[in-house]
């Protein structure tokens, strides 16, 4: 069964540092998604991606964060200087059918800011 | 806004009983409602979801969820609990180009 992939599982970095976490979607899905986790709590939107431009992004997506779908295949998250904040539980979702559709979850990046 | 609300953090089941996980919701226009669970480590996993129908949803593994347009609610359910069963269950909503998430159930089947 096609399934979301995500790199790395767990990445400890430090305060001010910039980190990128990767994502391989199910190859054909269209809209692509990056959510966090805090402590095992809620699920918080950061941006969704359509079409190789972001298409919504939360209050938490400030300047600090990128997104980009390079080749076709990747979709990554880019946060330029990380913060003690910033550790959290990340995944990346995806799926073909807009909001009519279910998404399809990775297994998360847990980013541990030091 | 839309919005959706789970009332419950924990909810506490006898293994064989039946379990109701609460979720209501605020939406304008028609909602899409889903249901996911997420067990220890693990990324959420699709259960079901209600976009337009039958008002009972049947999902994976056993659950349903019932879509109450009155009492604006879409409460997750099943029949005879399992051990397997305890982990943290997510309602969510379609909300234009992104979905919100309630704040998880955690549900714990006892033996």
């Known amino acids: 069964e096609p399934e979301v992939t995500q790199t790395p599982s767990h990445q400890v970095t430090q305060m001010g540092q910039e980190v990128i976490l990767r994502c391989v979607p199910i190859s054909n899905h269209l809209y692509f998604y990056w959510y966090r986790q805090i402590l095992g709590q809620k699920v918080e939107f950061l941006v969704s991606f359509y079409n190789n431009e972001i298409s919504e992004k939360s209050e938490i997506f400030d300047d600090q964060f990128s997104v980009e779908r390079p080749d076709g295949s990747n979709f990554t998250l880019k946060i330029r200087s990380t913060k003690l904040e910033d550790s959290a539980m990340y995944f990346c979702?995806?799926?073909?059918?807009?909001?009519?559709?279910?998404?399809?979850f990775g297994e998360g990046s847990r980013l541990t800011v030091l | 806004a839309q919005s959706v609300a789970q009332p419950e953090d924990q909810v506490n089941v006898a293994e064989g009983n039946p379990l109701t996980v609460k979720c209501t919701y605020s939406?304008?226009?028609?909602?899409?409602l889903f249901w996911y669970v997420q067990y220890p480590n693990r990324g959420l996993q699709f259960l079901l979801k209600?976009?337009?129908?039958?008002?009972l949803v049947k999902g994976s593994y056993g659950f349903e969820a019932e879509f109450n347009k009155s009492q604006t609610s879409f409460h997750l359910k099943k029949p005879s609990a399992l051990v397997s069963d305890s982990a943290l269950y997510f309602c969510?909503?379609?909300?234009?180009?992104?979905?919100?998430f309630g704040t998880g159930t955690r549900l714990k089947v006892l033996a």
């Open positions: 969510a909503v379609s909300a234009g180009y992104k979905y919100i």
């Open positions: 939406v304008s226009g028609n909602p899409y």
């Open positions: 979702a995806s799926n073909w059918a807009g909001n009519t559709g279910e998404l399809f």
């Open positions: 209600y976009i337009t129908g039958d008002n």
